[in-house]
């Protein structure tokens, strides 16, 4: 289920060319884009066309609190419109310029194309960057999902718990500078909380259950077991408590040491019921796997990027036994086994299903540039072997 937004419509136009012509293809694009999966439109039903339009349509727009502004010039216009719209409802833009119509022997009948330069160049020269400009009969679909990213990330509580793991340099974020470019405050905690973290023994006893519901336990012991009931249950509980949406989590190697365990394969089952749980207090994976949830993705999680066959277009996406369990390919040994931290190293062991694995990546812009960072959907990827997955491309 994609992240719902909302989404400010509006036409502009102008009455010396073919405005007629604009209010039918407007009348198109809001019957076509109501069919968008998770959006709430707050369309303004009429062509913006004079200032005064303009400043009563952003008074609308303004009270509904949008996301983000679909900006259709419908015909050229005047570069007030686009302007007065920013002014009070400061929501990214899409610029949206149609296809010209049939040329009939007289002048050109909409120009809109025009009005999308003049508004990019308005915008741009103000200091504007929030925005992108399209040409076509449809909505670009990306933009749409950017904005359920921005909604996203804007809205989530995120926590760090510990600190990156150790030698991990690449994975220190800095809080105000995330702030500007998202949003999120990321909250710390201690490992401590969670390993002293109160949950009732039913629920322990539950998640034990569950545990052999779903793994071969032969290669941990009882003990072992027992653990990784205990602290899938203190993840859970300390969640819901601290209202969290993702949380990072130094899992070595203190965690091993201190609590008796890894909490890798208490992350792969709490991430099979959807938590966002990153490996080695990887702040920005927490963030990239909220992006990919917030565009559709049902269990987005991190693995590593280890092996590149160019010949053969293949790669190797592997990580440590932290992958959610749910993608289990339904005919491998499904179990928890132990290889690492002197055998305090539980993780869940399994072939992940066959199918596609959008990936995504996070890259930093060149200083020089405006703004700091964007988020960039990657191709789908080939031949992906993981045991387990991380979408960790760092800048």
Not at 19 to 39: N, P, S, W
Request: glycine share 8%.
């Amino acid at each position: 289920m994609k992240q719902r937004v909302r989404l400010g419509l509006v036409c502009l136009a102008r009455e010396t060319f073919d405005y007629k012509a604009a209010v039918e293809l407007y009348a198109g694009i809001m019957k076509d884009v109501a069919a968008l999966e998770a959006v709430d439109w707050i369309a303004i039903p009429n062509l913006v066309i004079s200032v005064e339009d303009a400043k009563a349509a952003a008074d609308v727009l303004a009270s509904a609190r949008i996301d983000g502004l679909v900006c259709i010039s419908g015909t050229f216009h005047l570069g007030h419109l686009v302007l007065e719209l920013r002014k009070a409802a400061p929501a990214p833009i899409l610029l949206w310029g149609l296809d010209e119509l049939p040329y009939n022997g007289g002048k050109i009948r909409l120009n809109s194309v025009c009005g999308v330069n003049l508004n990019a160049s308005n915008l741009y020269k103000a200091g504007i960057d929030q925005y992108r400009a399209i040409i076509g009969p449809k909505i670009d679909e990306t933009w749409v999902d950017a904005i359920r990213v921005i909604v996203a990330l804007r809205d989530s509580h995120v926590g760090l718990l510990g600190y990156r793991a150790h030698g991990f340099f690449n994975l220190s974020v800095d809080d105000p500078t995330l702030y500007a470019a998202t949003g999120i405050l990321v909250d710390h905690y201690e490992l401590s909380d969670v390993h002293n973290f109160k949950v009732e023994a039913s629920e322990v006893a539950r998640r034990k259950a569950q545990l052999g519901q779903i793994f071969e336990l032969s290669g941990v012991t009882q003990a072992q077991v027992d653990r990784v009931a205990e602290l899938s249950a203190k993840f859970e509980g300390f969640l819901s408590a601290n209202k969290l949406d993702a949380l990072a989590i130094r899992c070595w190697p203190e965690f091993a040491r201190d609590f008796g365990i890894s909490p890798c394969a208490a992350m792969s089952l709490l991430q099979s019921e959807g938590r966002i749980l990153a490996c080695e207090g990887d702040v920005e994976g927490a963030i990239s796997m909220l992006a990919h949830k917030a565009i559709g993705a049902e269990t987005p999680y991190l693995f590593d990027f280890s092996q590149v066959d160019l010949a053969n277009n293949f790669a190797l996406f592997w990580h440590c036994g932290v992958a959610p369990c749910n993608l289990w390919d339904g005919c491998s040994v499904r179990s928890l086994d132990t290889y690492f931290a002197g055998g305090k190293g539980v993780t869940a062991d399994f072939v992940l299903k066959s199918g596609p694995r959008p990936r995504g990546e996070q890259r930093r812009r060149p200083p020089c540039l405006r703004g700091l960072r964007r988020l960039h959907p990657a191709p789908k990827a080939r031949g992906l072997h993981p045991r387990m997955g991380s979408d960790r491309v760092k800048p």
